[in-house]
């Protein structure tokens, strides 16, 4: 069996160009040649540039709201999660054409059990209707709104889903992290419920 030795031109072209896909190439690869990944990175230690960067979320994530206001949805998601802990396990933002944002939220339920007084056994709608809960999720959301500059990173809404992310339908990715994309196609119904303003089940800042 013989094989024939690309030349070295031929690897860098190869390596910088999808295949008769002009346009996948335009996207995917900036003036330069270099591979957009889509993954956003911070410093570990913004003192020390040395000691390299930390994963902070997908570049590709990101979305407009109807004004044109550009929405970074990895450092939301991060304060998100922080300001609900202990009781959210995940969030996903919502927004995209939308006049404001809004996250779907995935709960701790141990920890919301514990918030409520109920037993492991307790089903999942009694514990997040439980009036300590419902509080808790209140007060996280009138937090991130009065902590918002702007609407771009300002929540104006919130609900809190009963059904975990999929791993079956890809919510959630090999590398145990939240597949935003996957969970706002595969949840439509939430997220209309989510911008619906009869809904009672939505969470909304007091003002």
């Excluded at 808790?136 to 104006?156: I, K, M, Y």
């Excluded at 975990?164 to 196609?185: C, F, M, W, Y």
Aim: proline residues 7%; contains cysteine; glycine residues 8%.
């Amino acid at each position: 069996m013989t094989s024939s030795r690309v030349p070295e031109r031929g690897r860098d072209e190869f390596a910088r160009f999808y295949w008769r896909a002009p346009g996948q190439t335009a996207e995917s690869f900036d003036d330069e040649g270099y591979y957009r990944s889509g993954d956003a990175v911070k410093p570990m230690d913004p003192a020390q540039p040395e000691r390299g960067f930390a994963f902070d979320g997908r570049t590709a994530e990101d979305f407009k709201l109807s004004t044109g206001t550009f929405v970074s949805v990895g450092p939301l998601r991060a304060k998100v999660i922080a300001a609900g802990d202990p009781c959210v396990q995940d969030v996903v933002v919502a927004g995209i054409n939308r006049d404001d944002i809004g996250v779907l939220l995935f709960p701790r339920l141990d920890s919301c059990r514990a918030f409520a007084g109920l037993g492991d056994d307790a089903p999942v709608r009694d514990v997040l209707a439980a009036p300590a809960v419902r509080e808790f999720f209140q007060h996280l959301v009138d937090g991130l709104w009065q902590t918002g500059t702007g609407s771009a990173t300002r929540v104006a809404r919130a609900l809190v889903l009963e059904q975990p992310p999929s791993i079956d339908l890809g919510e959630v990715t090999d590398k145990g992290s939240i597949n935003q994309r996957a969970v706002l196609t595969h949840r439509t119904a939430a997220v209309e419920r989510l911008y619906a303003d009869a809904a009672p089940d939505v969470i909304r800042p007091r003002r």
